[in-house]
């Protein structure tokens, strides 16, 4: 941003004058020596710093002198802002920002650059900010921020320099974020870009290899990882790790076949690993693993010895040295390596589970018990219920046992809490000693010497509250509404200090995170130990106890564990955390008279220490390189931080879970307006912020309650409306006004309509042709840059908890004449009315239903492709993770591909063995109805699953007129603003197939198919028929409720565009959404208004067919529009191209409604402003611009990088332009692989003269 950079220069021209005026005054008032003054030369050289040199100034070497400026420039800020008492131009703030940033004094450029977002009410305008935002919030791994941060700044200025750099961290963010589909798109961008940022290719490469693993495809992740490996040059380091994933790949996974054949693949790649990286204790602990798996036992402790000589010592590698140990039947040293294990880590649940099987083995149940106990209660076990029973098992038998032959039993091994003070080995204690310092140091050995960032220690402790001070907390809060002002401003001051806490937890987290990836894969004991005690159910509670997710700390957006398919499963179970990692406290009552803390502090260190452990994180990437393929001995610091402060661990496990915890974060940090729209609908806190969040009108809501007590009956036909307004009276449907344009923040896109936007074309063009001169017209000014789209807040006031689920508008069809009667159409298209069922249309049209029976499909196109989507049949109405343990929003299915004839037979078979199940189930009933006790246990269960799979054949492809010349044909009979085809809808003027959209789908179902949640591709309307035999169940959620599943979206790490989420009912409820719920029978039309939120199940066997309607309203066009520019905002592709449709649309329509008419003339200026611009500057600058013209049925143009539509100038690489296959890039694409676009030819498809005449030609029409 060019404005940006010359704005501050003149600020620090400015300043420079001030302050020196101020600091002569300062000389002779104090007589102070140094001046604080800036020479021109200083700055001129600040005037082009901003956050876009971050990561490029080398401070720590030739970039001594520019960090000793920016010293001084800050200070100077500073001491004027002091001076004037805060009141100066808010650029100065944001300029502050940046040399904070610069210097990577990240809290104070936070708080710089809060006080530009307060003061700058465009501040979206620059992107600088922005960037610099994103930096800070990159920094404190507040990822959802950071994510929004740097999505503006590619929104407001798509060819942005440091638009590879943002692409990098998108991509890191939402790799740790699992959003693996947008993760893998902007690697991929960053990839292209011929840029410098702060990673090589080849480390974009790595993550995108990293990535492939991280999901679980392997063959693609080996086959990247080996592609990488051909580079040229490769850095060491990238070589190390590469060799180091690709070898502990083979260990793991099924690639090539059994344990021997996968040693011999994984260990030479480990061992090829530590020739490029002799240091590194992960590769060193692989191997052992490798070499522990196939029994060359002496092999493997010399790995692991050499693992912890790298200093590198952790729970996981003294518990694999206890495996180890154990297998060699030297119990005692078991005993001790596990002991090392658990007081390294005192959460480590996998190490106390080999602990108690050790026990269970030499027959001390009771120590068993208390080490079962204790993993039970790590978060990172994941397997409590099976443990439960084992512990439960154990207790039992000693009941059993009279307790003579306990007590007078000799033991094998010490008791545990004998084994605890049991002075350890030499070797141990002095590798503890290390780990220790490394701590208290905040190093981390794995990434050298590249962390660069320090928080001073002092500012840390600060932050550190007492297990006192929290407990007043506590009380203050609980008596928020009594307290006298003292108190009051105790409270904030102790309720900041609580956030900033929590802010390092945070930073923690996000940190911890990328660990838990690698440490699914490299839990110490998949492979299983060889002894004999306990059972295989138990067997398999010890492997899959390793995950550490870290979600104790609960912040809001990443706080799961990526990496394992299952891990965002179990990553939610709200456990009783807090108490892990204490032990003994309670239950062992030690009976020596010392106190084990002080053994627990010594590992934990005092919470100074733990939060000493912070400050070293940095905000340079290859922080994130290191951690992403990081193992599990780096220290876990999130729980060592709260290991021996039960309190402050309850307190952050209550806590952050309520309103306390996110609330007052936000209120610290909520400088980004989507927060304040997200958190808070009265209260604006800053004006820039009163805008976006301004209060809908009352009557919408006002409106809206209304709208389900409403019944209208219209007089002169059959038509029997149940629910819903509007129908038979067309006046009362057009008076009211859109609710569209008052209440949403995004209503930016398209201006208000007051304004006149209609001058003519040529006014538009001879003001773009003089950018430059002065009195532009009113139309340039509204086409300046469009605020980033946000989603609305939640409507406000919030509904009353019984207005939650209103019922369906709904209308009952007799005859065909009630089909047709106009008013239906508008009834449907009623923004009130977010659904509409239309019972009974296919008796009344008389619509051979049949002709969609799977039975008719079989016999038409037997061999037709089905897409198939295997997925969990869930009860009733909720989303279970796959263990039946909590309810979720994640609904991942896997994708197949077969035929109809194939499906067919699968839903025959599925309905004949439903039957067969439901007889065995009557005579199962009819034996065991006096058995009361046992059904009444299985429904008391909590627990659900395990779960059926079953299969949906899903978007199967109805758009070929020969092969469903029928099926198509009796779909004619519709009435016209239903039809797939008609003049009067809008997918009928794009002039090419968009499939699924202008043309037909099925689907094919059994009970529980599951059509996730969802609004239709470019909201717009859907029509859906139920063919039968069974009823499908729908649930609807108003289009102006989609901001508030988008914040529970992004909250459960789901992406709400591109993820599949089936919405919790609950959640909803609590949250004041309205969720309208029906079933639809054989033969109801089902009509999804414009962005109507909505997701459907199928209660017994059926089909159904669809395909989307776009009705020529301005409220289908404006919500086209706005999610057109919401998708570009989040990098998804519009399939609806809003560009070209717009202009078909002034060719082809006339438009009689004002509303509609203004936006679209609107878009069509700002289209022809865009292209006009292009144009002279292509030219301007030497390019030439070749006309190509364009076919008749030319489908419209997509950029094949970036997915965003092209119009009219298309950038054609050259190669492609020989060979006529004409790869399309938009102009910033085109621009990042060849900067002054020497590869690329610029084909033009429509003469500018032609499209002002369109323009000029499109005037609105009366009726
Ligand atoms: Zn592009």
Redesign the pocket.
Same mark, same amino acid.
């Given at each position: 941003m060019k404005s940006c950079g010359v704005s501050l220069t003149t600020a620090a021209v400015a300043f420079g004058d001030e302050a020196k005026k101020m600091a002569a005054g300062k000389a002779s008032r104090e007589g102070e020596e140094e001046p604080l003054s800036l020479t021109v030369e200083e700055r001129e050289a600040l005037g082009d710093m901003d956050s876009r040199l971050f990561g490029f100034v080398r401070l720590h070497e030739d970039g001594a002198r520019t960090k000793t400026l920016l010293g001084k420039a800050v200070r100077c800020y500073e001491s004027l802002i002091l001076k004037a008492e805060g009141k100066v131009e808010s650029d100065f703030f944001c300029q502050l920002g940046h040399f904070n940033l610069l210097l990577e004094d990240y809290s104070k450029a936070l708080s710089a650059y809060q006080r530009y977002y307060s003061l700058q009410a465009d501040y979206w305008k620059n992107a600088a900010f922005l960037y610099g935002l994103g930096l800070v919030y990159f920094y404190y791994n507040a990822f959802h921020w950071a994510i929004k941060a740097f999505q503006d700044v590619l929104y407001v200025d798509?060819s942005f320099c440091r638009a590879k750099e943002i692409h990098l961290r998108l991509g890191l963010m939402f790799k740790v974020n699992t959003d693996y589909k947008s993760s893998l798109k902007h690697f991929q961008l960053a990839l292209i870009d011929c840029n410098p940022c702060t990673l090589s290719s080849a480390e974009i490469q790595f993550h995108i290899a990293h990535l492939y693993e991280t999901q679980r495809k392997y063959h693609s992740a080996k086959e990247a990882y080996e592609q990488l490996l051909q580079t040229e040059n490769l850095p060491a380091q990238v070589k190390a790790t590469v060799l180091q994933q690709l070898g502990w790949m083979h260990h793991n996974m099924d690639l090539v076949g059994d344990k021997a054949t996968k040693e011999s693949y994984a260990i030479p790649y480990l061992q090829k690993s530590l020739e490029a990286d002799p240091n590194s204790g992960q590769s060193w602990y692989f191997l052992g693993r490798c070499y522990s798996s196939i029994g060359k036992v002496q092999d493997a402790f010399v790995s692991y010895r050499q693992s912890i000589d790298k200093s590198e010592a952790s729970a996981d590698t003294w518990c694999s040295i206890g495996v180890l140990y154990q297998q060699q039947n030297q119990p005692m040293d078991a005993l001790q390596a596990y002991i090392c294990a658990v007081q390294l880590d005192h959460g480590h649940a996998a190490a106390w589970m080999d602990l108690g099987t050790l026990y269970e083995s030499c027959n001390q149940p009771q120590d068993a018990i208390k080490c079962y106990l204790n993993a039970a209660r790590s978060k990172r076990c994941s397997n409590t219920s099976t443990l439960a029973a084992r512990i439960k098992f154990l207790q039992a038998q000693l009941c059993n046992l009279p307790q003579s032959s306990l007590q007078n039993k000799t033991k094998l091994l010490p008791s545990i809490e004998e084994a605890w003070s049991l002075p350890i080995p030499a070797e141990l204690t002095s590798r503890q000693g290390a780990m220790n310092t490394a701590q208290q140091n905040g190093s981390d050995n794995w990434n050298g010497g590249q962390s660069l960032s320090h928080h001073p220690v002092q500012q840390v402790y600060s932050l550190c509250l007492t297990p006192q001070k929290l407990q007043h907390l506590e009380q203050l809060r609980a008596n928020r509404d009594n307290l006298n002002p003292a108190q009051k401003h105790q409270l904030e001051q102790l309720e900041s200090q609580f956030v900033l806490m929590q802010q390092m937890r945070h930073k923690e987290v996000a940190q911890g995170l990328h660990k838990s990836q690698s440490s699914c894969l490299s839990g110490p004991n998949e492979e299983q130990p060889l002894f004999s005690t306990g059972s295989a159910q138990y067997h398999q509670a010890t492997s899959t106890g390793i995950k550490k997710s870290n979600e104790h700390l609960t912040l809001p957006s990443n706080s799961v564990p990526q990496g394992d398919a299952d891990s965002h499963l179990s990553s939610h179970t709200a456990t009783s955390g807090g108490q892990q990692g204490i032990m003994f406290t309670k239950e062992s009552k030690p009976s020596k008279n010392r106190s084990l803390v002080p053994e627990t502090s010594r590992h934990t260190g005092d919470p100074s220490n733990g939060c000493a452990d912070v400050k070293g994180l940095s905000n340079h990437v290859h922080q994130l390189i290191a951690d992403a393929v990081s193992s599990p001995n780096h220290g876990d610091s999130p729980n060592l931080l709260i290991a021996d402060n039960p309190q402050l661990s309850a307190l952050l496990i209550g806590k952050a879970n309520g309103n306390v915890g996110t609330g007052t974060c936000d209120k610290v940090n909520n400088i980004h307006p989507a927060v304040h729209t997200k958190t808070d609908h009265s209260v604006a806190s800053s004006p820039s912020s009163a805008i976006s969040t301004a209060t809908p009108s009352p009557k919408s809501t006002e409106q809206r309650s209304i709208n389900s007590v409403t019944s209208l009956n219209s007089p002169h036909s059959g038509l029997h409306t149940v629910n819903g307004e509007g129908l038979g009276n067309s006046q009362s449907s057009t008076k009211v006004d859109l609710p569209l344009v008052s209440h949403r923040s995004t209503s930016q896109i398209i201006p208000s309509m007051s304004v006149s936007i209609c001058p003519s074309s040529t006014e538009v063009l001879k003001a773009c042709r003089n950018p430059g001169k002065n009195g532009l017209s009113n139309s340039c000014i509204l086409l300046d840059k469009c605020p980033p789209p946000r989603p609305p807040t939640s409507p406000y006031p919030p509904l009353p908890k019984d207005k939650l689920n209103p019922p369906t508008p709904s209308i009952y069809l007799e005859n065909k004449r009630d089909a047709f009667f106009p008013p239906l159409h508008q009834f449907c298209t009623n923004p009130k009315n977010p659904v509409t069922v239309i019972r009974g249309l296919a008796g009344a049209l008389k619509l051979d239903l049949g002709l969609f029976s799977t039975k008719t499909l079989v016999e038409a196109n037997n061999e037709h492709i089905v897409e198939v989507r295997t997925q969990l049949l869930q009860p009733a109405d909720e989303n279970w993770d796959p263990t039946g343990t909590k309810k979720i929003w994640r609904c991942e299915s896997n994708r197949s591909h077969t035929t109809i004839a194939k499906y067919a037979q699968y839903q025959a078979s599925s309905f004949q063995e439903s039957l067969r199940e439901e007889n065995e189930k009557r005579t199962q009933h009819k034996d065991h109805s006096d058995n009361e006790s046992t059904s009444s246990e299985n429904s008391g269960r909590r627990r659900k699953g395990p779960f059926k799979t079953i299969k949906f054949g899903t978007n199967i492809d109805l758009s070929d007129n020969k092969k469903w010349k029928l099926q198509l044909h009796e779909l004619t009979k519709l009435p016209a603003f239903a039809r797939v085809v008609s003049a009067g809808n809008l997918l009928s003027h794009v002039g090419h197939t968009i499939l699924g959209m202008n043309t037909v789908q099925l689907y094919m179902k059994v009970p529980g198919s599951r059509t996730p949640g969802h609004q239709e591709n470019n909201n717009f309307c859907s029509v859906n028929i139920n063919i039968g035999p069974g009823d499908c169940e729908w649930f609807v959620v108003p289009e102006d409720y989609w901001g508030v599943l988008n914040d529970f979206c992004e909250k459960n790490n789901l992406n709400f565009l591109m993820s599949s989420w089936w919405p919790n009912l609950e959640d909803l409820y609590e949250a004041n959404v309205p969720v309208y719920r029906f079933i639809q029978r054989p033969g109801d039309l089902v009509w999804i208004n414009a962005g109507t939120v909505h997701w459907v199940q199928a209660v017994g066997w059926c089909n159904n067919i669809a395909w989307n309607v776009g009705p020529l309203t301005a409220c289908q066009y404006k919500l086209a529009v706005e999610r057109y520019e919401w998708n570009k905002l989040k990098s998804v592709k519009s399939p609806v191209p809003m560009v070209h449709l717009s202009w078909n649309m002034a060719r082809n329509i006339k438009v009689s409604d004002p509303k509609l008419f203004e936006m679209i003339k609107y878009c069509l200026l700002k289209i022809l402003k865009q292209c006009q611009t292009l144009r002279e500057a292509l030219v301007a600058a030497g390019k030439e611009v070749i006309w190509h013209g364009r076919t008749n049925d030319e489908p419209a143009h997509y +950029?094949?990088? @970036?997915? !965003?539509e !092209?119009f009219n100038l298309l950038f054609v690489t050259n190669e492609s332009n020989t060979q006529k296959t004409y790869i399309v890039? @938009?102009?910033? +694409?085109?621009r990042?692989t060849s900067r002054s676009l020497e590869n690329f030819v610029v084909l033009e498809q429509y003469k500018i003269e032609d499209l002002i005449q369109v323009y000029d030609q499109f005037t609105l029409v009366s009726d």
């Open positions: 798509p +950029c094949s990088i @970036c997915e !965003v !092209v890039h @938009c102009q910033d +694409c085109a990042k």
